[in-house]
Every structure is written in C-alpha cells, then in structure tokens.
C-alpha cells in the first residue's frame, strides 16, 4: 500500500505564494500520473494540475501562469508551486496518483486558505 502525504498549506494573503509538497510512503512502480485536485466547501473536487510519466504537464484553466506542478522522481514527492493566490484558491489540496496496475491512491489533503 501506498501513502500519499501532502504538507505546505496554510494561510496566506491575496499575491502570496505557498507551495505543496506530496510524498510518497514509497517509489510507486508504474505511475502514470500524478495530480493535485482541490475542493472548497459546496463544490466538487476539481483538477488543477496534473504530470505524467514523461513530465508533460497541464493546468485548470484558472490556474494556468500561477501554479507550477513538478516532481522529483528521487524523493519521491510532487510539488505544486502557487503564486500569485487569489481567495477563489482557498480550497482542500489533494495529491493523487494513478498507476498502471494497482489503480488510483489519494493523500488526506492540505488546507489552503488565502484571505483577501
């Protein structure tokens, strides 16, 4: 079993940045994706950023030149870089990974509060 451990949220003013760590408990073999998906009270979880096996990465659109996803395969964690924080990015942050062959695995989620 994998676990996902997110850690960096907290609380910040409207043009800070904060960035998001995702550590894995372990190398997950045959990842094919690694995301981060949020969700604010009253509303659905919602992608926001998402890289693949072959780094290739991709954005929600209202994050797009604010948010930076990367990884670093050797520590096994995924980042999520945010600039620029609006109070619409206040939110539940979520890391999941989806894998080839044992399926899906999400984090407990990180608290991101930005007061405007």
């Known amino acids: 079993q994998v676990q996902l451990v997110e850690s960096g949220g907290g609380l910040v003013q409207s043009g800070g940045s904060l960035r998001l760590s995702c550590a894995a408990s372990r190398s997950i073999f045959s990842v094919l994706t690694m995301s981060w998906y949020r969700q604010a009270p009253g509303k659905q979880r919602e992608l926001v950023a998402v890289i693949t096996v072959s780094n290739t990465t991709n954005y929600a659109d209202s994050v797009k030149g604010r948010f930076t996803i990367s990884s670093d395969n050797a520590k096994n964690t995924v980042y999520l870089q945010m600039n620029n924080l609006k109070p619409e990015d206040s939110a539940a942050y979520y890391c999941?990974?989806?894998?080839?062959?044992?399926?899906?695995?999400w984090g407990q989620g990180t608290q991101v509060t930005v007061s405007s």
């Open positions: 999941n990974a989806v894998t080839a062959t044992t399926g899906a695995y």
